[in-house]
């Protein structure tokens, strides 16, 4: 059994090393590209069955970028979907026997946390300017500066942890377990392990909601969002 | 541990080109199916309720269009019961003046057929005066009616005016002395003695009988009409009968 602190190179592209991560991060991506390509090619105003699915996914999402950050989700429903569609496929690709869950590596989450720590100040520029982001940092107080700075990296690196954490240990403990006791024991810690990674997935994409709508919004009052979710009816 | 940093490149740039993708073929095609799913309905909704809002303009002109027709029906019935009043008072003035014609015309055949009843019963009361006068007549004796009817005409011709009884009785006036039966030719002398005598002159005086008088002695001349007889005497009683 190999540590799962340790990402181990399947092969290398001259001195560049390809891991399991990359390459099962790879096939997801292939797999969610080309099922995004199946279900958009014949999209109706009468929805099928799988499009309505899909429909509900997108505006579950919508919902949810609406009540966390107050505001349209427009320009942010790709970024914080996609974290969350790719973190949640990622953690149940343990279903799949041999495959290892690239968020149980610490440079995915890594990445992810990196990314999310990028769109916060591409956001909040975009929305306020360079002086307009800055000013951020000096909410609700000049003296807050160094602690809101502190804050801005202690919070990404906490995001790192918290989804390393939960989808590495899960995996270890299986493995663990799977060792000691055998073929079908795992099962139900398995479960509890798809569980985890639906909920981290949750969790991530809220987290990084919360840190773009504090970029975006801090030191603005909150735009009233008119609801949209039920279609607008005249008398 | 280890922490592999081209890994760490890898899957930032991978999940960074995830996030192209899935918005390049998933939430913007899915996202925008579902704005034009709500405008479509959106539309379709508010094409609804402008249809709601004529169709219930339309049942307001309905409405209005069936309370014009209701106020022309009662203008309709209105004007057809003063129509009919007022036919049923011209016929009733029309009927009232046929009546009062008819009221009239039956009076006045009334009152022809009563004239007409009142003339046949004076005429047969007149043929039953005469029937009966004659009756009486014959029953008389003759000579005693005629000096009766005699002294009569000479009371009648002394009654007269003095100037009256002296043109009419003037010397060569011709009189005519008419009686019910024929004077003897011995009586005439006398009858022109007495007739002479009222009258103080000698009139020529010729005599003729009439039965028509029933009984009595008429004297008739150019300016003179002594009418002495039952047949004057009963036309003068009809006329009275009449008045």
Known sequence: ?235 | MTFDWWTLGFQTVNVAVLVWLLQRFFWKPVSAMIQQRRSTVQGQLDDAAAKRKEATEALAGIAATRAGFAKEGEAIRTAAHAAAAKDSTAQREQASKAAAVLEATARAAIETDRSTAEAAASRRASDLAVDIAKHLAARLDGAAVQAAFLDWLVKAIGAMPEAARRLAGAEGATLEAVSATPIAAADQARYDAAIGQAFGSRPQITYRADPSLIAGLELRGANLAVSNSWRADLAQVLADLKR
């Open chain 1, 1 to 235: 059994m190999t540590s799962p602190l340790s990402s181990l190179a399947l092969f290398h592209v001259g001195p560049v090393p390809i891991t399991a991560a990359v390459i099962v991060t790879w096939a997801l991506m292939a797999i969610l590209t080309l099922g995004s390509v199946l279900v958009t090619r014949r999209l109706t105003l009468v929805p099928s069955r799988t499009q309505a699915a899909f429909e509900l996914i997108v505006d579950t999402v919508d919902g949810q970028i609406r009540d966390t950050m107050q505001m349209e989700p427009g320009p942010y429903r790709a970024f914080v979907g996609t974290l969350f569609v790719f973190i949640f496929v990622a953690n149940w690709s343990s279903l799949v026997p041999g495959v290892g869950p690239p968020t149980a590596k610490l440079e995915t989450d890594a990445a992810l946390a990196l990314l999310v720590f990028v769109a916060v100040i591409w956001f909040g520029i975009r929305a306020g300017g360079v002086l307009g982001y800055l000013a951020t940092f000096a909410s609700p107080n000049p003296i807050m500066i160094p602690l809101n700075f502190i804050e801005s990296l202690t919070r990404t690196f906490s995001l790192l942890v918290r989804l390393f954490g939960n989808v590495m240990s899960g995996v270890f403990v299986i493995g663990i377990v799977l060792s000691l006791a055998g073929f079908l024991v795992p099962i139900p810690l398995m479960a509890l392990d798809l569980l985890t990674g639906a909920v981290q997935a949750y969790i991530f994409a809220i987290l990084a909601m919360v840190f773009i709508a504090g970029a975006v919004s801090d030191g603005k009052p909150a735009r009233a969002i008119p609801d949209l979710s039920n279609p607008r009816t005249t008398s």
